[in-house]
């Protein structure tokens, strides 16, 4: 079972060498502190209040529902057909939840499988979970409402995604036609300010053009979506680039929704073999401006492969963090940046 890798090749560069369950629980799980109107300091999430109202909702998910009823739930939730941003609550549902999450599951199983772990499915399926858990969790942390988010996102998506992605056929789909791949940032810690800086989990797609050889279809995403194209410069060696939207900001458009505020966004990006060697994106926002990142294995010195990461952001504020892949750390270390939000 599950003999196949399509996500996990376990090379010495870029994302792939990053890749581990405890980035991507920080990445994944903490992911909203990316938006300009969130804090970014774990330490002051109110863990207590967010699990209370997200396991208020899943207790009762259909008193969640009928709030606003049915319809709404399936327009807003369910149904890819609103072109309203702060409706189309759908898009990260599929996007994110159901192709994301799922490749994020073999993802981790193609990952413990490769370090021995018994079981990897079930150390896949559980990491997984507790990621999904931990960014709803985090996500209501000052909310006390009904809210059909974490229904629809635990109850439906997460589960789905995870049977999806059980099948080789859909594996084997987006590991090798579309060339899906893990682009998540090096998330840091800025111990002075106990901040996480520079997190948030990526994909990235591209898809060969039949009569363009050297060419491919690019699409990057995460709490953001660039379009564009890649360019193939051979030995496994590629570059992208692309244009679209983010996500600034999440604002309370109901007593029991959020919609999205959205930004101008757009990056370039160099990789070898689909594993992400270095990126730079520009975004009209408030927070991280400019982000680069320089992954481990793009240089070697001293027999170390040191990632670099530089954030521009609101105020002009800059941040610096270093990761080294020698160490065996889920994290880098980051200085200068000011929390995101008082």
């Known amino acids: 079972m599950h003999e196949q890798c399509y996500f996990y090749h376990g090379y010495g560069y870029g994302t792939d060498a990053i890749i581990h369950p405890l980035r991507m629980l920080i990445n994944g799980g903490y992911g909203i502190m990316q938006l300009s109107n969130r804090h970014n300091r774990p330490l002051d999430i109110n863990y207590r209040q967010g699990w209370k109202n997200v396991w208020r909702n899943l207790l009762d998910p259909t008193a969640a529902i009928q709030v606003e009823g049915w319809g709404d739930f399936f327009v807003r939730e369910i149904i890819p057909f609103s072109l309203d941003s702060k409706k189309a609550h759908y898009w990260p549902n599929y996007t994110q939840h159901l192709i994301g999450g799922g490749m994020s599951y073999r993802m981790m199983v193609e990952w413990y499988r490769a370090h021995d772990y018994a079981h990897p499915g079930i150390w896949g399926g559980t990491t997984i979970m507790l990621y999904h858990l931990l960014n709803e969790v985090v996500e209501n942390d000052y909310r006390d409402t009904w809210s059909t988010d974490p229904v629809a996102d635990l109850l439906i998506f997460d589960p789905a995604s995870i049977i999806l992605f059980s099948s080789e056929r859909v594996c084997r789909f987006f590991g090798e036609t579309l060339h899906m791949a893990d682009w998540s940032y090096q998330h840091m810690i800025d111990l002075e300010h106990e901040t996480l800086v520079n997190n948030g ?38 570059i992208s680039a692309g244009g679209g939207f983010k996500v600034d900001e999440l604002l309370d458009v109901t007593e029991y929704h959020q919609g999205a505020e959205l930004a101008v966004t757009g990056g370039v990006f160099y990789d070898r073999d689909d594993s992400l060697l270095a990126s730079v994106l520009w975004a009209n926002s408030k927070d991280y401006k400019l982000r680069v990142n320089l992954y481990p294995g793009l240089f070697e010195a001293w027999g170390l492969k040191p990632g670099f990461m530089f954030n521009l952001n609101r105020n002009r504020s800059t941040a610096f963090g270093v990761t080294l892949l020698n160490l065996p750390l889920p994290c880098g270390l980051a200085v200068g940046m000011e929390p995101t939000q008082e």
């Open 201 to 238: 989990q990526n994909f990235a797609f591209k898809l060969d053009v039949p009569w363009w050889e050297k060419w491919a279809f690019f699409y990057h995403y995460g709490t953001h979506g660039e379009f564009g194209l890649t360019r193939r410069l051979g030995g496994g060696r590629n």
